[in-house]
C-alpha cells in the first residue's frame, strides 16, 4: 500500500536507525564513533573529547573535500543539480522504512522570497529516486540511511556559502537578515521549521557564534552588507 505523501514532521522526529541497502559506490569516510563513556563529552576526559572532535573535524574535512572535488553524486531528486532539496530525501527514505511504506510525494514547507513567507510544495518521490537513495544515501557509511546522511550532506553543500548567506543566493545582503528575523520569530512562538530550514541557519545563520540565530545575527548582516554596499 502506498502513501501519496508523508509529513515532514513524522520524517524528522528521530534518526532511528534502519537497515538500507550498504553504500560501496561511493567510498564515503566513516564518521568516527561516539566515545560511550558519558552522553555529554564534557563529562568525558578532556583527552579524549577533543580526541572524538578532533576525528570529527577531519571526518567533515575529507567529506567536504571530495564533494567540491565531484566525487559524490547527491542527485537523489533527479533533477541534473545537487543542492538542499536532495538533502530531503535520505530523511523521506528513513521514513518509509521505519513506517513500511512507500510515498509517491512529500509536502515541504519553503521560503518564498517574493511573499516574504514559507510556502507549501509536493516534492516527487519516485522508484528512480528511490533506488538512488538507496544505493548513494548512506553518506556516514554507517549501513542506515536517515536524517543523520541528510545533515552530512547539508555541511558539505553549505561549504560553498558564505557565512550569512542563509537564502544560499551567492551573496550576503537585506535578504539574509529578513530571512533570520523571520526564523528567530518563527521561533519565538514555537513554529516548528523544517529540518533544511534549521540546519541551513545552524550552519549558515549564527554570525555572532552564540549558538543561536536572532536578531543581533539579522543586525550583524545588514551592517556587513551595509558596509559592502558603500565599499
Not at 137 to 144: A, E, L, P, T, V
Not at 146 to 171: C, P, R, W
Request: glycine fraction near 6%; proline fraction near 3%.
Amino acid at each position: 500500500m502506498k502513501k501519496t505523501a508523508i509529513l515532514l514532521s513524522v520524517v524528522i522526529t528521530g534518526a532511528m536507525a534502519l537497515p538500507t541497502v550498504a553504500n560501496a559506490k561511493n567510498n564515503y569516510p566513516i564518521f568516527p564513533t561516539r566515545p560511550t563513556d558519558a552522553a555529554d563529552l564534557s563529562n568525558l576526559p578532556e583527552d579524549v573529547a577533543n580526541a572524538y572532535r578532533e576525528s570529527v573535524k577531519v571526518y567533515r574535512e575529507n567529506l567536504i573535500a571530495a564533494y567540491q572535488n565531484g566525487e559524490y553524486d547527491w542527485d537523489f531528486d533527479l533533477d541534473g543539480d545537487i543542492d538542499v532539496f536532495d538533502a530531503y530525501y535520505p530523511m523521506v527514505r528513513w521514513s518509509e522504512l521505519s513506517m513500511n511504506e512507500e510515498c509517491d510525494s512529500f509536502p515541504l514547507k519553503v521560503w518564498d522570497e517574493g511573499n516574504n513567507a514559507f510556502s507549501r510544495i509536493d516534492l516527487p518521490f519516485t522508484s528512480g529516486m528511490r533506488a538512488k537513495v538507496d544505493e548513494d544515501g548512506d553518506i556516514n557509511s554507517d549501513g542506515h540511511i536517515n536524517a543523520f546522511d541528510a545533515s552530512q550532506m547539508l555541511i558539505a553543500i553549505y561549504s560553498d556559502n558564505e557565512q550569512g548567506d542563509v537564502n544560499t543566493d551567492g551573496k550576503l545582503d537585506a535578504r539574509d537578515a529578513s530571512k533570520m528575523l523571520t526564523f528567530y520569530s518563527a521561533n519565538s512562538v514555537n513554529i516548528e521549521s523544517d529540518y533544511v530550514t534549521e540546519k541551513n541557519m545552524e550552519y549558515l545563520g549564527d554570525l555572532n557564534g552564540d549558538g543561536k540565530v536572532d536578531s543581533a545575527d539579522a543586525s550583524f548582516a545588514l551592517v556587513e552588507y551595509s558596509k559592502r554596499a558603500t565599499e
